[in-house]
């Protein structure tokens, strides 16, 4: 134990917990200062209107932060998001108008989420590399099977209409998208507190080395959580694909820095081990209002980018150190 | 006061705590020049703060250091340095990517020109360093990364003499070495005295205190308790002073004989002609339910290795058969060798065996998730039963199951490591240098788990690198050197001096 | 430093061995660069005369650049995303102030590398002194150059002086001016920094930054101290960038973070830190740009360029995974 852990580990034993727990708090706590700053900004954020279209771009950033969330728990990344979105909608959207069928999009998306979650963990965890830089490469890639894709196989402009229910479509007053984040967030949620697997990720996260010597199953699980990753980013671009009506080259491009500041600005730090999903909700819906919100401003795409990259900073400074 | 009596360096009234807990207590030192001072105490007992504050790797909260006399404001390592203290750290502070001679000098380059660092005469500095040492058969342009670890300590001592300090700490500079790596850096401590410098020497083997040192100073719970002037030092009254109450506890009762029974049952373990290139070659042996068997040796002579080979962390090149129960297995990862049945206990210095951020219980639950479910969910209440069950009939001490594991003092951490394996029972349990750093109350705690496993019927597999902890635990001792198990000892021909015999003797190879 | 443990004696490969395998990476890239001109040089032999070498050289020179400035960061253990937006934002400066005097270059150049080290102190200062992890900070950072970058230059335009661009990207007889340029910001900067103290300082850190500090090194000087090289060369390869192609372009960086780990991992540098040259990240930057242009020569449809890079980087990345795949034991696997 180095001189670092001593003060930390012979504090309070419930450090851990409230400490988790803190983090989680404080997001909701910015959440509700960045949505009363959004109301100061523009009074249309008090509208159902508006919050229903918040909801849903939420919804998109928080269904892959559900993937993004287990990722950085077991102390990994997947930056392989926006070009598996992309490659899942253009895919979906041909071969369902192709074949004819609905679920063609669905078997896609399920073939697609596989494929690359696969790919992920075989350079991950069969040949060790840096998730960080080989998702990287592995979205090169897909970018590269989207261009020869769409260079042979002109994309069509007709989405399959399940995509658009789900993307635009209402139960009552809520949006579709919304109770579909909804449940699969409660899924990731009850997966973390009170499966196995949940148990499994935080102790890889902590330490691999014990959890290999425990008997946890590293190969199987870091491939769960990569197909999982990847699954969600696939499912976001059906989704999205019926969202704008289009499949388009570069749709996901936007993607990949949102979930990953949502993850962290919940809470779950960097190194692993510890975080959890209930803070990348609150993450998710203050990335959107703060998009949200700069749009509203009229302010440009640079300066948009730099209040971002900003706003994350300073977040990640507040909460996110390295020990000295 | 003549200039010769006052000491290299006196401490007053170092105070030092961490978070909520007192590290350090109004403790004094006084270090004379030409004297051995050895620091001694349980794990936790302060010994590591106190270096900590001399090094300069923290500041204290209150207290002072005066070096020859004069107040010294130690507030880095480096001021440390200028200050003439030196320290040998027990997790060496060595850079496996330079070579000897950049590790030696390290922050007191020579320099050509006031500018470029000057190697070729870091190089002659170096060597002449390393020749004061007797060590001139390190070379200064290796990579320290190539070097064995007793060769890396010595580098490490180099780079500490490098200063020419008026005071050394040697902080546990023994616990990873062989026997005749030890000798020579007692005889080298031996030297430096004879020069004057004054030294500060810790470590958990009273055997080298007894031998080294002149002064010694005993630490518990963060206070000095007791010092022994030259040649007053008492092993009985140390140990009382170390342990208070608690001392009686570290006596370890020895085995009863194995009784027949046991010996015609049928082996939970079979291991032939097991070989590893360059690791071990040709090792057989069985182990029966109800026994312990010890791999001892000299540190580095394969039995760790067996045993990981046995647990499965060799991906590949293990020839040889494993059984298990009767099913032959070929571990390629740990998981199988559980599936199998045996489960491990590592060393607790390598933090291997459990998770430090996750509390106590689901580091107990971990090996056995799978049981305390009730459909697809993890039950609270299973889980509550189980762990509290196991803390009490190991004796852990934690405030609650939901206490970080890294809240607990050493052996508890370890006793939770071997918690988590005996949700249920297996055939083979496997302690690899389980005491490793764990004081002697928490050590006898695990003995009486390992005897408790037997009692109920399974083999023990132990490794320790205490040679004393043999002849206490196990029925049987398979002694290993270079690879090969060099004899079997058994019953009351399981002692010290018999493993150190076995240890140095030339492997015999099966007899036709 | 861990008790090694798992670390084997002197004797089991032989100290040559060791060493040839500290240079696997810069021999390989070596080899693989041979390989890649020949190839190239049956295809289309006009490459070898001075003006084909020098167009090989223009392509390759801003990577290696960027790759040089990423090692450094990389062999103190640290990790710097923000690379690509640097190269950005100095990029956009520099088109859009360069006016055709000679005094003007002079300055705009000065201000170029004032600006690199002013974005490595801002790394640095967030890392090192911040605390906050690399990966995350230089993450931010990007973007917030790339933001800056976008309000200057919103779109591809600027200019730059023709004498400028000269300087940069001929070539005297069969010796391209963007090698000097190499070449000297390699003098210049690496040949000091690894011949005083700092470098070995740099390397330590990467090692094992607590034994560093227990030895009495400054370390979150050194940590400093590393991004703003890297700023540095990134500001060097904007310059080259805005000779080579006589403009400014708000998304001229973007490939190269990415493309200059890759060109370090493959010029066998450490992604933990502690192990590397620099001649690796350089070779290994030349292969990975020429191989790219190679593909246009070679009548690869442009739709399968992204493909192949990104899975020459999967190879690359995946061939050095192999080697510690050779590992026999899990445990050493982890201790990366």
């Not at chain 2, 390629?332 to 509390?359: K, T, V, W």
């Not at chain 2, 597999?461 to 196990?474: N, Q, V």
């Not at chain 3, 240079?23 to 049956?42: D, F, H, K, R």
């Not at chain 3, 000087?221 to 400014?248: C, D, N, P, Q």
Request: aromatic fraction near 8%; proline fraction near 4%.
């Amino acid at each position: 134990m180095n001189i670092a852990s001593i003060g930390a580990a012979t504090s309070s034993p419930l450090a851990r917990l409230s400490l988790a727990h803190r983090r989680v708090l404080f997001s909701y706590v910015i959440l509700l200062a960045v949505y009363a700053a959004c109301i100061a900004v523009n009074r249309e954020f008090l509208s159902w209107s508006t919050l229903r279209l918040q909801l849903v771009q939420a919804a998109f950033i928080g269904i892959i932060a559900i993937g993004e969330t287990f990722a950085i728990l077991i102390g990994q990344i997947d930056l392989s998001v926006p070009w598996t979105i992309t490659l899942s909608a253009i895919l979906g959207s041909n071969l369902a108008v192709q074949y004819d069928a609905q679920w063609v999009a669905f078997a896609v998306v399920i073939g697609v989420g596989i494929a690359v979650g696969l790919l992920n963990t075989l350079g991950v965890f069969v040949l060790r590399v840096h998730s960080l830089i080989w998702t990287l490469s592995v979205n090169l890639l897909l970018q590269g099977v989207a261009l020869i894709y769409t260079n042979a196989v002109a994309p069509t402009t007709r989405m399959p209409s399940v995509a658009r229910f789900l993307a635009l479509g209402n139960v009552g007053d809520l949006p579709v998208a919304f109770l579909v984040w909804a449940f699969c967030g409660a899924l990731a949620i009850v997966a973390l507190r009170t499966l196995p697997f949940g148990r499994y990720v935080y102790a890889i996260g902590n330490r691999q080395a014990a959890a290999l010597l425990s008997g946890v199953r590293l190969g199987r699980m870091h491939a769960i959580v990569f197909i999982v990753s990847a699954l969600g980013s696939a499912f976001v671009g059906l989704l999205l694909s019926g969202y704008s009506s289009q499949a388009y080259l570069g749709m996901g491009n936007d993607y990949a820095m949102p979930s990953v500041a949502a993850v962290v600005i919940g809470g779950t730090q960097l190194i692993g081990g510890q975080g959890g999903y209930v803070g990348s909700i609150a993450g998710a819906l203050i990335v959107v209002l703060l998009q949200a919100m700069l749009i509203t401003l009229n302010v440009s795409e640079g300066a948009r980018e730099m209040v971002f990259g900003g706003l994350l900073l300073t977040l990640a400074f507040l909460f996110i150190r390295r020990s000295r | 006061m003549a200039d010769s009596d006052m000491p290299a360096l006196a401490a007053v009234g170092l105070t030092k705590r961490f978070g909520g807990v007192m590290a350090l207590q109004d403790v004094d030192l006084a270090l004379q020049r030409g004297e051995v001072h050895a620091l001694i105490g349980a794990n936790g007992a302060g010994k590591s703060t106190l270096v900590k504050l001399l090094a300069g790797i923290v500041y204290p909260d209150a207290g002072e250091i005066r070096i020859a006399g004069r107040p010294a404001a130690i507030a880095n390592p480096r001021s440390a340095r200028n200050a003439g203290i030196a320290t040998v750290h027990q997790e060496l502070s060595l850079f496996p990517s330079l070579s000897v001679a950049e590790n030696i000098l390290i922050g007191q380059e020579l320099r050509r020109g006031g500018f470029w660092v000057d190697a070729r005469a870091g190089r002659r500095r170096a060597a002449v360093l390393l020749a004061g040492l007797g060590a001139e058969d390190i070379d200064p342009d290796a990579k320290l990364g190539e070097l064995p670890l007793a060769q890396a300590q010595i580098v490490e001592i180099a780079k500490a003499l490098s200063g020419d300090p008026g005071v050394l700490i040697l902080d546990e500079p023994t616990s990873a070495l062989s026997i005749t790596e030890v000798e020579r850096l007692l005889a080298l401590v031996g030297r430096l005295r004879a020069k004057g410098t004054a030294i500060v020497f810790i470590s958990h083997r009273l055997g080298e205190i007894e031998r080294i040192a002149d002064r010694v100073t005993i630490l518990r719970s963060g206070k000095k308790v007791g010092e022994f002037a030259p040649n007053t030092f008492s092993r009985t009254r140390a140990l009382a002073l170390m342990l208070g109450e608690s001392w009686q506890a570290g006596r370890v009762a020895r085995p009863p004989a194995t009784p027949a029974a046991v010996a015609a049952a049928a082996p939970v373990l079979r291991v032939q002609g097991l070989s590893l290139h360059r690791h071990f070659v040709d090792v057989d042996f069985d182990l029966r339910p109800g026994e312990v068997v010890g791999l001892a040796g000299l540190e580095g002579q394969g039995q760790k290795d067996v045993l990981f080979a046995l647990f499965g962390l060799f991906r590949r090149g293990v020839e040889g058969r494993i059984e298990i129960a009767g099913r032959r297995i070929h571990p390629r990862r740990p998981r199988q060798s559980i599936d199998a049945g045996m489960a491990f206990i590592p060393d607790d210095r390598r933090s291997l065996g459990g998770f430090l951020g996750l509390s106590v219980s689901e580091n107990i639950a971990i090996t056995v998730l799978d049981q305390l479910r009730r459909g697809f969910l993890l039950s609270p209440a299973a889980e509550t039963t189980l762990v509290t069950g196991l803390i009490q009939r190991l004796g852990i001490v934690c405030p609650n199951p939901a206490a970080l594991l890294g809240s607990l003092s050493g052996g508890n951490q370890q006793k939770v490591v071997a918690a988590k394996w005996l949700a249920r029972p297996m055939p083979v349990y496997v302690f690899c240098d389980p005491t490793r750093g764990v004081d002697a109350g928490a050590r006898a705690g695990l003995f009486q788990v390992i005897r408790e496993l037997v009692t109920a019927g399974s083999g023990v597999l132990f490794y320790s690198t205490d040679i004393s902890e043999f002849p206490a635990l196990c029925d049987r001792v398979l002694v290993f050197r270079e690879g090969r198990i060099s004899g079997t000892l058994a019953g009351q021909a399981v002692s010290e001096q018999n493993i150190l015999d076995l240890s140095f003797r030339e492997a015999q190879h099966a007899a036709a | 430093m861990r008790p090694p443990e798992s670390r084997r004696p002197t004797g089991q490969h032989g100290k040559g061995w060791q060493r040839l395998g500290e240079y696997a990476g810069p021999l390989s890239c070596a080899v693989g660069l041979v390989i890649v001109i020949g190839c190239y040089a049956l295809r289309q032999p006009l490459i070898l005369s001075p003006f084909g070498l020098t167009s090989l050289a223009n392509v390759s020179v801003a990577l290696a650049l960027a790759a040089v400035g990423q090692s450094i960061v990389l062999l103190a253990a640290g990790l710097d995303l923000s690379i690509g937006g640097q190269i950005t934002l100095i990029n956009c400066v520099a088109a859009t102030t360069m006016g055709n005097s000679g005094f003007s270059i002079a300055a705009v150049v000065v201000v170029s590398l004032l600006i690199g080290l002013g974005t490595g102190f801002v790394n640095g200062v967030v890392i090192a002194y911040g605390r906050v992890e690399p990966l995350i900070a230089t993450f931010c950072t990007a973007f917030i150059f790339t933001g800056m970058a976008l309000i200057i230059l919103p779109r591809p335009g600027g200019s730059i002086p023709d004498g400028f661009a000269f300087a940069l990207t001929e070539s005297w007889g069969p010796l391209p001016f963007s090698l000097i340029l190499l070449a000297g910001a390699v003098l210049v900067v690496w040949v000091p920094v690894f011949g005083s103290p700092l470098g070995r300082y740099i390397v330590a850190v990467g090692d094992d930054a607590e034994s560093a500090r227990v030895s009495g090194l400054p370390v979150r000087r050194i940590e400093l101290a590393s991004y703003m090289l890297a700023g540095l060369f990134a500001a060097v390869a904007a310059l080259f960038l805005a000779a080579e192609t006589t403009s400014g372009d708000p998304s001229i960086g973007e490939i190269y973070t990415l493309n200059s780990l890759a060109a370090a991992v493959l010029g066998g540098v450490s992604l933990s830190g502690g192990r590397g040259t620099v001649i690796g990240p350089i070779l290994g930057s030349f292969v990975l740009a020429i191989i790219m242009n190679a593909l246009g020569v070679f009548d690869v449809s442009a739709f399968w360029q992204d493909f192949i890079e990104g899975l020459i980087l999967m190879v690359v990345l995946g061939l050095g995974g192999l080697r510690l795949l050779a590992a026999g034991n899990w445990l050493t696997l982890f201790h990366q």
